[in-house]
């Protein structure tokens, strides 16, 4: 991406908002499947009145990967107006844990029956008499009535 933008400085002798420079930026990044930033490169130049200053700033990310295809250490360095690289942060990842999902699911179809009353009592099948109750199988629940 790339942005203009103008620095305003706010005069004290004169109370007034004064544009006194320009300042450019352009930036490009670059993410991998994780995330993880693998390259970046800025370009920061200014403009105060009709001189410049220039700043380039550069970043790569280094990723190692475990054995499985995962991040196992992330290393991030810095270099300023094409300088040497250093060293600026790095991440260990802990060994990843496998979570476990649901193994199985027992269908509503085949599971038990149950009724309730409305104020909330199990009424066995045989005794349900006329009136309206809960009816209970698996996770699905309807309202009937009986005639």
Wanted: charged content about 30%; glycine content about 6%.
């Amino acid at each position: 991406y790339e942005k203009t933008e103008f620095e305003i400085d706010y005069d004290n002798d004169d109370d007034v908002m004064v544009r006194d420079g320009e300042y450019t930026f352009t930036a490009k990044r670059m993410f991998n499947e994780f995330g993880l930033m693998t390259s970046y490169t800025s370009r920061d130049v200014s403009i105060y009145d009709d001189s410049s200053n220039e700043e380039i700033q550069n970043e790569l990310g280094e990723v190692t990967l475990n054995e499985d295809g995962y991040p196992k250490e992330y290393i991030t360095k810095y270099s300023y107006n094409d300088g040497d690289y250093t060293n600026s942060t790095r991440v260990l990842y802990d060994d990843y844990v496998a979570i476990a999902g649901v193994e199985d699911v027992a269908a509503d179809a085949d599971a038990t029956v149950e009724y309730y009353n409305l104020q909330g009592m199990r009424v066995a099948e045989d005794n349900l008499t006329t009136g309206i109750y809960i009816r209970r199988q698996g996770s699905k629940s309807s309202k009937i009535l009986v005639k």
